[in-house]
């Protein structure tokens, strides 16, 4: 019987202090209740959101009872069957009876954008709907708990009879198979997507660590792989191929016929751009930084087209000067600076293959030099780089610079959110470490046992699969549990991204009130619940997996 860590026993003991300081502590429970992210009605969220979690996972989880009844044991049986019947019955009845609208005008009211949604309360916070778009999400609301419950009595019946027949059937597995990923995909997007206004801040902690956590073990699986690539005999042969034809095709594109500017006119008074003019040259101009410029800086005046930019040095009212084509630029304006340069369709590929082809020769040639695979010095390149870069210059550099370049590389297509680029840059940093976590279970398990399987005639995708991963992980449970929860604590440092987690709440928390003690100890007392917790879980895998051997 697992006994309760000692620590926990330490804070269940001191529990009623600190839920007389978050209750009866004026200071204490407002700085509380800013920081979670309670915001007005968490008492019907939250009641709302425990009711379809309660459906979603009797939907959910009934596989894994399930398994077991099929594997014999008939009250494994009688569980799945009854969490089925109880999945639909609830269905049906928050369907009829019940209301989650407030729960779903709270989500819909943060997926929207207020500047472009009529739905949405201008200059509201937190956002809410108007009362049109609360009428509109509770007629949608209650068409689809209809249709759920419709479709999940459907997809019951196939997976009743899959679970009562003496021979499985497909069409029983599929049914099965929907009931499941039906409810799954609803609660993965409630639980780790959707806005929950009872406990915003918190939930926003939590999703970033568990995001971040994920993409970083994939990544650090990926590394730990690549780290172990065996060299061939004519690798180094192919990559020095491809570093040659990756330098002859960025020489090609920079060999493309250039574009030449001129700046016309005089510098009296504003020169126009054209939109779409590369932004070097636009910078080059109004700093002037070319021969015969000024040292001050110079007004720009943007133009729609260069049409327009010629009619308004013709005008001269506010503009005496343009930037334009050489090509259009008029006969009887003076040209005060000429330029030629590589179009931005053919920049941008040729800096990408000189730059690719310059990586990949240092690691070819270090490659050679010691032996080993391309992509396993890669591998160790970026893990000891990584290792040695703090992780707050990590997360700034991926979620300013990084982010605003890619941006512009792509016309604003690719724009993203503050909280996944905190995820992307923390799961960065972490899968370095977790790579060398996974590199020491994999280089743990015994060599006779990788041999056996390959006499066995196993590929290596199926030794590493089937041999190597489980006892790995069984071996570095502990490790990857610590660091989950470092990941958990380094998620603050995302409210220099304005990130709105359980830190940055306590930081305007705190620049409102003045307060000096009780948001950073509410914070504080917060992520020691939340870590205790996590470690509580990790305590349970390391004995569900018997890591000690005990």
């Not at 009931?179 to 902690?205: C, D, E, K, P, S």
């Amino acid at each position: 019987m697992a006994t309760i860590r000692p620590s926990n026993l330490v804070i269940l003991s001191i529990l009623p202090f600190i839920v007389y300081l978050f209750t009866m502590v004026p200071n204490y429970r407002r700085s509380i209740s800013a920081i979670v992210g309670i915001e007005t009605g968490a008492a019907t969220l939250l009641l709302d959101c425990a009711i379809c979690v309660a459906i979603l996972l009797l939907g959910s989880f009934w596989p894994f009872l399930r398994r077991r009844g099929l594997a014999g044991e008939g009250r494994w049986r009688w569980l799945a069957f009854l969490a089925v019947i109880g999945n639909v019955a609830l269905a049906f009845a928050l369907a009829a009876r019940g209301d989650v609208s407030a729960l779903a005008a709270s989500i819909v009211a943060n997926v929207l954008d207020p500047s472009t949604s009529d739905l949405v309360a201008a200059a509201v916070s937190p956002r809410q709907l108007t009362p049109e778009g609360m009428v509109w999400v509770s007629a949608q609301i209650a068409r689809a708990l209809w249709l759920y419950a419709a479709l999940s009595a459907v997809l019951a019946l196939g997976a009743l009879f899959d679970l009562t027949a003496a021979r499985q059937s497909a069409i029983g597995r599929v049914a099965a198979w929907g009931l499941t990923l039906l409810n799954g995909a609803l609660l993965a997007y409630l639980l780790l997507a959707a806005h929950l206004g009872f406990a915003a801040g918190l939930f926003t902690t939590l999703r970033a660590g568990i995001f971040a956590y994920m993409l970083a073990a994939v990544l650090g699986l990926i590394w730990a792989g690549l780290l172990h690539v065996p060299l061939h005999a004519k690798t180094i042969r192919r990559w020095a191929i491809v570093c040659a034809l990756a330098f002859a095709g960025g020489t090609v594109l920079s060999l493309q016929a250039h574009t030449t500017y001129v700046l016309i006119g005089s510098l009296d008074k504003r020169v126009a751009i054209v939109k779409g003019t590369p932004k070097a040259l636009v910078d080059t101009v109004r700093f002037g930084q070319f021969e015969g410029g000024s040292e001050t800086e110079i007004g720009l005046r943007s133009s729609a087209s260069n049409e327009q930019a010629l009619a308004l040095v013709a005008a001269g009212d506010q503009v005496s000067g343009a930037l334009v084509p050489a090509a259009i630029a008029p006969a009887d304006q003076p040209v005060l600076w000429q330029t030629s340069f590589l179009p931005d369709r053919f920049r941008l590929p040729a800096t990408f293959l000189f730059v690719g082809g310059i990586l990949l020769s240092l690691l070819t040639f270090s490659a050679h030099h010691h032996g080993r695979h391309p992509l396993s010095v890669c591998a160790e390149f970026f893990i000891d780089t990584v290792r040695g870069i703090p992780m707050l210059v990590i997360i700034l550099f991926v979620g300013l610079p990084f982010a605003g370049a890619l941006k512009d590389v792509s016309g604003g297509t690719i724009d993203m959110p503050n909280v996944l680029r905190g995820v992307i840059a923390i799961a960065i940093g972490y899968s370095a470490y977790l790579a060398e976590i996974f590199r020491a279970g994999i280089e743990a398990v015994p060599r006779g046992q990788v041999e056996a399987a390959r006499s066995l005639g196993l590929n290596n995708w199926k030794v590493a699969r089937l041999v190597v991963l489980p006892q790995a992980l069984k071996i570095v449970v502990p490790a990857l549990g610590n660091e989950f929860i470092a990941i958990l604590k380094d998620t603050s440092l995302l409210s220099i991204l304005s990130v709105r987690d359980v830190t940055q709440r306590m930081r305007e928390f705190q620049s409102a009130s003045f307060l000096p003690f009780a948001p950073f100890n509410s914070a504080a007392i917060l992520y020691v619940f939340v870590t205790l917790a996590a470690a509580s879980l990790i305590a349970q895998i390391e004995r569900r997996y018997d890591v000690k051997g005990h």
